[in-house]
């Protein structure tokens, strides 16, 4: 994951432990095509119960631009 990150991709904020990223969610539009790469994210972050929130106002946010 962390490989396939290019700007404006969001970076996540913890959860590398020795380069391998773990207890990590990531949102992907709804348009998100994966191919031999991660598509953009428009949220990366971790652990995942200290951000559900963030995750469902990211998902919500999504819906309601739809």
Known sequence: ??????APQP???CCERHG???DLAAVY??????TDTMPPVVLI???VDGVAHEIANTV???RSAR
């Open 1 to 6: 994951m962390a490989s396939d990150a290019r």
């Open 11 to 13: 970076e996540p904020d």
């Open 20 to 22: 391998i990223l773990w």
């Open 29 to 34: 539009p709804p348009d998100a095509t994966w």
């Open 45 to 47: 972050n971790g652990p």
């Open 60 to 62: 919500k946010a999504i």
